[in-house]
């Protein structure tokens, strides 16, 4: 309403001005020819005119050329610049820098074609402030009509502006926390709701609701609740990101609407979950009001929202929803609407401590797989990792690995792998018939990149006294793509005792050849997705045959991996390739079950029976070997 009144009152004066000033210049035009007495009414005419010149608005008066003839009081109380000093000078000499020089333009050519311009426009003060007036401007013309002046009426919107603001922030912002209140939330989150559409990208919801607040309103007074609030207000803003949106919805209830969430709900989760743990965090810490350390936590509920989703209202419903199951979860939680996503959330954490719990009683194995050279010779193992789950029983690497690489488990976790590595080494170098077996055991990124791998290496086989030169370690290429130098110089360190390298899943990486050359690698492992098809894929076996080639050529030993048929081994064994590993020859086996394997193929040569292409190859311990595990 009072912006409606100021901007009718404005116009009022801005036309009451424009008539005056019309009427004077006419008069003006006419006063010459007119008789003593009527110039003597003129001339009262005129000061009844000179008076209405100094309205309260700002009035300024050029010549057809825009030079500065007359400014009123007000005009050169709103700029702050005296008559004198504007008088002779053009309107540019207000001109802000706010606008292009293309909307002066527009003014002029406006003005002169219609006979007036009105809008808003920014000038600067003789201060240096640069604000907001209404400005209007119309042409005088001649008898002959030609342009003889410019009148412009500008009135200061600078209160009208404040006002504005005001109004805004009462409609949409908190007064107590200066946060967003529910209209805005609501307003953004229809935005959030209409760009996740557009975009694909997903966002949440966190519902946030602090516990026991009522308890510390009735206890310690509605001032000292006030004071909690905002500071929970302003620890919320710190642990949102650029672009979130935090609101609150009344009493001691807050949301925040996180966007850019990417696309993939699992990563969306996560980031949804670690934020909303980082404000529970915050939140939780001591809060000082009044003199006095008081204590407070939220519960929190979340929700994801994506393209297909929902509307605003529902969105609300089930961050609520999920805030009142974190409540019902003992208070000072996080918990998820998603029911699946819950359970993926739950179960990952779940898992996490399981996994800590597990390398602190030794309940991962390893199991290894027989590796047999060209001519059916057993010449070591792979040695891969399996978890004795005290409830799901033996879980396969692809279960856990990821998670372990995510928590930074995979570091503890890769140095027990390699202490039972080297110890059954030591047990089998006490045998005849497998103290010159070779295990071979991978090694992760993140291992790898520890400062003191290879100290950690060499110390394990120090404690073990296993023999350097029976130990392989595996490594990716896409390993070796980052911090190649480092790399390079960790290997050339455990070479130098005795280690040897193998290239896993070689050709599904990006290893350029000439840094393939630098490194000190024994090995070059096929990965199993060509050998799985090098009968069927004349481009899987021409990578295979590539591969043995570009070995041969870098004098590296070349092992192929997942080799499952009889027929795949000729054709390997055809293109020049010197070890295999595979379900042809074993499947993973417990120490135990690998030992009574040698006994079975008979240990004397350790050489599993090589058959014909087309005869069914048959073990001698069968099916029994097989674990129940995908591989
Ligand atoms: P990888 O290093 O490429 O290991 C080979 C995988 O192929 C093994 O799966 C093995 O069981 C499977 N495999 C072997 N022969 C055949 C075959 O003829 N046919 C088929 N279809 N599969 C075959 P597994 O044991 O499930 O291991 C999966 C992955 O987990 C390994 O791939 C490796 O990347 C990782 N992994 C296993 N143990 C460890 C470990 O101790 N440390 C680390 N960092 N990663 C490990
Ligand atoms: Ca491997
Ligand atoms: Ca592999």
Redesign the pocket.
């Known amino acids: 309403m009072k912006i409606i009144r100021l901007y009718g009152f404005i116009r009022r004066q801005l036309k009451s001005a424009e008539v005056v000033l019309a009427r004077t210049m006419g008069l003006l035009m006419r006063i010459a020819n007119r008789s003593i007495t009527e110039r003597k009414r003129i001339e009262q005419e005129l000061r009844i005119a000179a008076t209405a010149f100094e309205t309260q608005d700002g009035m300024m008066i050029t010549d057809r050329d825009k030079v500065i003839l007359r400014v009123n009081r007000a005009f050169t109380e709103s700029s702050g610049y005296g008559a004198e000093e504007v008088i002779g000078k053009s309107p540019q000499f207000f001109r802000s820098g706010y606008h292009e020089p293309a909307f002066y333009e527009d003014l002029w050519c406006q003005t002169k074609r219609q006979g007036y311009w009105r809008g808003e426009m920014y000038v600067r003060h003789k201060s240096g402030a640069v604000y907001p007036i209404w400005c209007s401007l119309a042409v005088v013309r001649g008898t002959d009509g030609t342009i003889t002046n410019y009148v412009g009426t500008v009135s200061d919107m600078s209160r009208r502006k404040a006002a504005e603001k005001e109004i805004m922030e009462l409609a949409f912002y908190d007064s107590l926390t200066k946060l967003g209140n529910r209209r805005l939330l609501m307003d953004r989150l229809q935005q959030a709701l209409t760009v996740s559409r557009r975009t694909g990208g997903r966002g949440a919801l966190l519902f946030i609701d602090l516990d026991n607040f009522k308890m510390l309103n009735d206890s310690a007074g509605h001032e000292i609740g006030d004071l909690l609030l905002q500071q929970v207000a302003k620890r919320l803003t710190n642990c949102a990101r650029e672009g979130d949106t935090v609101a609150r919805l009344g009493g001691d209830e807050f949301v925040v609407i996180l966007t850019d969430l990417g696309p993939q709900i699992e990563h969306a989760a996560r980031l949804a979950e670690l934020i909303g743990e980082r404000i529970r965090a915050a939140l939780n810490a001591p809060y000082v009001l009044a003199d006095q350390v008081h204590y407070s936590s939220p519960s929190i509920g979340a929700t994801l929202f994506h393209a297909e989703h929902e509307t605003v209202a529902e969105l609300l419903r089930r961050a609520d929803l999920a805030m009142y199951q974190a409540k019902a979860a003992g208070r000072n939680a996080l918990c998820f609407f998603d029911p699946a996503m819950q359970r993926a959330i739950t179960e990952r954490a779940e898992l996490e401590s399981a996994m800590r719990l597990s390398l602190q009683r030794k309940e991962f194995v390893?199991?290894y797989?027989p590796q047999v050279c060209s001519d059916g010779k057993l010449i070591g193992a792979?040695?891969?990792?399996?978890w004795q789950h005290p409830q799901r029983g033996l879980l396969?690497?692809?279960e856990f690995?990821p998670m372990a690489e995510d928590s930074g488990l995979?570091i503890p976790?890769?140095l027990q792998?390699l202490e039972m590595a080297c110890q059954q080494l030591m047990e089998w170098s006490a045998r005849s018939d497998l103290c010159n077996f070779t295990i071979s055991?991978?090694?992760?990124a993140r291992?790898l990149h520890q400062r003191d791998f290879v100290e950690q290496v060499l110390a394990t086989l120090d404690r073990t006294g296993a023999d350097p030169k029976r130990l392989k370690l595996?490594l990716?290429e896409s390993l070796l793509l980052d911090a190649v130098e480092d790399t390079i110089a960790k290997m050339t360190a455990l070479r130098a005792h005795g280690v040897g390298f193998s290239l896993?899943?070689f050709g599904t990486g990006y290893s350029s050849l000439s840094y393939l050359k630098r490194l000190p690698l024994d090995q070059l492992k096929i990965?199993?997705s060509f050998v799985?098809s090098v009968l069927v894929d004349p481009n899987d076996a021409a990578i295979a045959q590539m591969i043995v080639a570009l070995g041969q050529s870098m004098r590296l030993n070349v092992i192929a991996?997942?080799?499952?048929t009889e027929e795949q081994r000729i054709f390997l064994s055809g293109c020049g390739c010197h070890a295999y590993?595979?379900?042809?020859f074993g499947?993973?086996m417990a120490p135990r079950s690998f030992e009574t394997y040698l006994l079975g193929i008979g240990c004397d040569d350790a050489r599993p029976k090589i058959t014909r292409p087309g005869e069914q190859r048959c073990h001698p311990l069968g099916g029994r070997l097989l674990l129940p595990?995908a591989?």
């Open positions: 390893l199991h797989q792979e040695a891969l990792i399996r396969a690497p692809c690995i995979i976790m890769g792998v055991v991978n090694v992760s291992q595996e990716t896993d899943d990965d199993q799985r991996e997942g080799v499952e590993q595979g379900y042809l499947r993973p595990i591989p």
